[in-house]
């Protein structure tokens, strides 16, 4: 039997290529299980920290020693680690049976029956397939979701570029993942219009660097970028309720993009824009190229087109070279801004990137001891802004059946905050009142409020 089992390390552009991979493999006859059935295992990595790679590792090497009782097993490694390691990987991995890279997804049923088809037989176990090389157009290769007729998947994500120009130094994306590449706009709108007529009520647009969608491949229309351009598209299609974005840079945000906070109410009231630090000193030195004022800026313009607007971030502690006065200042934008929520990182070294050649690397204990401060000042926010929301009645998208407690459905409201609440199945799907009753720092509960 051909029965494979995918792992996924790290961020929703990994999910979606594994959830693109399985339907692939589907197609090709290949049952997606659970791990301890599996007979194919793929690890689908990411190599944004050194703590993710490290758990891949592991992890493989721990299977490779599987083979030893169950020697047909095959085990492969997918995505950003394979690109970032390349065949170096094999020398700590000499057992390991495939290679893949970024570029690569859409092969790996060929691989497999091509690697299946020598293994099966009698012979010794093949060399590893390795295929690393970037291939043109293969953005336009995620496109699969799960097959329809299954649950409605009422959120889905939709891969809209590939790769990243912008070369932050700590940033091992664009190694990774190549240059920026985008697909055609009526691709995409194909693919949205086929999951909205399977189900779907919310989209989220996934890109290294959403924002720069596009911009080489595409004209401005009507002094708009193909990003807006885009939104636009997907923003006609009747019964999308939501549209959602990761990540973008806050140099993409141009007066278009902030406009259609004001102009596309399924945007929704949540934005999430890294900023990484609060010190123009480490922003320059990150290659990051605004300022902490036109940060700011951005922020108020954002709040102007959206008042209602929530606001989540990435940050970076413990960048070469930074002081406590430049913590401070990542401290003092943290509140100035209010984030409601954020992506807490201590910066870990990436070989090959500029910044891990930079002088002044921070001793891990002062990373962590500025993480956590961080991480409190987070939680202190969240609770209280949920706290706000106590008996008021918020729209809520409900996604799906909550594992705990049996018989609750959990949903986002328009600023992407979780909520549980107690309602019938048939509302998965529909945008509900919910008047919110309790909350703790990671969600809200709340009951649907039904009319008189
Ligand atoms: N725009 C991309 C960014 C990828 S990395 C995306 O979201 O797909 C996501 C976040 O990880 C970055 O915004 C940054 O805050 C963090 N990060 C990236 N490289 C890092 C490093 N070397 N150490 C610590 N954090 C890092
Ligand atoms: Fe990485 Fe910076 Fe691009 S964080 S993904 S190089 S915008």
């Not at 407690?405 to 019938?424: C, E, I, N, S």
């Amino acid at each position: 039997m051909n029965r494979v089992y995918i792992k996924t390390y790290g961020c929703q552009m990994n999910e979606r290529d594994s959830e693109a991979v399985a339907s692939l493999l589907r197609a090709r006859g290949y049952a997606i299980v659970e791990e301890a059935e599996a007979d194919i295992i793929l690890l689908n990595t990411c190599a944004v920290r050194d703590l993710a790679e490290q758990k891949a590792i592991g992890k493989a090497a721990h299977l490779n020693k599987r083979k030893r009782h169950q020697p047909k097993l095959v085990v492969g490694i997918l995505g950003c680690m394979a690109q970032n390691r390349g065949t170096d990987l094999l020398d700590r991995l000499p057992d390991l049976d495939l290679l893949i890279g970024t570029q690569k997804f859409h092969r790996v049923p060929d691989h497999l029956d091509n690697l299946l088809a020598t293994f099966r037989g009698e012979g010794p176990r093949p060399a590893t397939v390795v295929d690393l090389d970037p291939e043109a157009g293969s953005q336009n290769e995620i496109r699969g979701h799960d097959s329809p007729g299954e649950e409605a998947q009422i959120s889905a994500y939709v891969s809209i570029m590939q790769g990243c120009n912008m070369h932050c130094t700590f940033c091992i994306v664009p190694k990774t993942r190549g240059e920026e590449r985008s697909r055609p706009i009526d691709d995409i709108l194909r693919e949205a219009e086929e999951l909205v007529a399977h189900g779907t009520r919310e989209i989220t647009l996934l890109g290294q660097i959403v924002t720069s969608y596009g911009r080489r491949e595409f004209p401005m229309v009507d002094g708009k970028t193909p990003f807006v351009q885009l939104l636009e598209k997907l923003h006609a299609l009747p019964q999308l309720h939501r549209i959602r974005f990761t990540s973008p840079h806050p140099s993409g945000f141009k007066s278009d993009l902030i406009a259609a906070y004001r102009d596309l109410p399924k945007l929704g009231e949540y934005v999430h824009l890294p900023v990484q630090s609060g010190s123009d000193r480490i922003l320059r030195a990150m290659n990051r190229p605004y300022t902490r004022d036109v940060y700011l800026r951005l922020i108020e313009c954002l709040r102007e087109a959206q008042p209602k607007l929530w606001i989540s971030t990435d940050i970076i502690v413990g960048f070469p070279g930074e002081t406590d006065e430049d913590f401070a200042a990542t401290r003092d934008l943290f509140t100035t801004v209010g984030f409601d929520m954020a992506y807490l990182f201590k910066y870990s070294t990436r070989t090959g990137t500029p910044a891990a050649e930079m002088p002044d690397q921070v001793p891990a204990e002062v990373a962590e001891a500025r993480h956590t401060e961080l991480i409190a000042l987070l939680e202190k926010r969240s609770m209280a802004r949920h706290q706000e929301l106590v008996g008021t009645t918020l729209e809520v998208l409900a996604q799906e059946t909550a594992r705990r407690p049996a018989g609750r459905l959990q949903g986002r409201t328009r600023g992407y905050r979780k909520v549980f609440f107690d309602a019938p199945a048939r509302l998965l799907g529909e945008l509900v009142d919910v008047r919110i009753t309790s909350a703790t720092v990671a969600a809200l509960n709340g009951e649907v409020v039904t009319s008189a």
